[in-house]
């Protein structure tokens, strides 16, 4: 059973597109969040949703929109993707003031 | 906001020694440290954390130490093996934070034989 799983775990597109990632955990946590992170292996964090709610929500262009329709669902919505978009996604949740736990990221390539 | 600073970029030891990693944190209220290991291609996991109300923890061949004076925090790893050989991130939560983890910029750790 994976704790906290993506799709896909690859995504290779075109400039201009709009492509979804989606997050499932199974852990029963109330916290989710998105970190990107870049080809220098930097994790930065984008947002964060604590029981559907919008809690953090980092400067991250308007292009990027997260969407919670229960606490064990965290999706990402990137529109007009552009080349520096390229990253990997992880997905995280975490239970209180625990640590987080990853799911195994999702490999964004835009051509 | 707080900012985590992460020295060496890149380590390289020998199979047997130890490696030493260092975290410098900004916001004094931050109380919650962990580290994480990422193997290439994988996912951070996390290996061990660190309370503000506690100085040093171990768990078996790793430790991390914390001197919230200083704001350091380091993680130890003795008797290194190659499977030690990863990225290990430092990360540091602030108080109040809604659970936000700020991470150091990760160090590239080569156990060679």
């Known amino acids: 059973d994976t704790a906290v799983s993506q799709t896909p775990k690859y995504l290779v597109t075109q400039m201009g597109n709009d492509k979804s990632i989606k997050c499932e955990q199974n852990?029963?946590?109330?916290?989710m969040y998105w970190y990107k992170q870049d080809s220098k292996k930097f994790l930065k964090i984008m947002f964060s949703?604590?029981?559907?709610?919008?809690?953090i929500n980092e400067t991250v262009p308007n292009r990027f929109s997260p969407k919670s329709p229960d606490k064990a669902h965290l999706n990402l919505h990137i529109n007009s993707l552009e080349l520096g978009d390229s990253a990997v996604y992880f997905c995280?949740?975490?239970?209180?003031?625990?640590?987080?736990?990853f799911g195994s990221g999702t490999r964004l390539t835009v051509v | 906001g707080e900012n985590v600073e992460q020295h060496p970029s890149t380590l390289s030891v020998q199979e047997g020694d130890s490696a030493v990693i260092k975290c410098t944190y900004s916001?004094?209220?931050?109380?919650?440290f962990p580290w994480y290991k990422q193997e290439l291609g994988k996912r951070p996991q996390l290996i061990i954390d660190?309370?503000?109300?506690?100085g040093e923890k171990k768990d078996q061949r790793i430790a991390v130490t914390l001197n919230k004076t200083a704001k350091h925090f380091s993680l130890h790893i003795t008797e290194t093996q190659p499977e030690d050989s990863a990225v290990y991130f430092c990360?540091?939560?602030?108080?109040?934070?809604?659970?936000?983890?700020?991470f150091g910029t990760g160090t590239q750790l080569k156990v060679e034989l």
């Open positions: 995280a949740s975490s239970q209180g003031q625990g640590g987080y736990t």
């Open positions: 852990l029963g946590h109330d916290t």
């Open positions: 949703y604590n029981n559907k709610e919008l809690i």
């Open positions: 916001d004094s209220a931050s109380n919650y």
């Open positions: 660190i309370r503000s109300n506690v």
């Open positions: 990360a540091a939560r602030a108080a109040g934070g809604g659970n936000k983890l700020t």
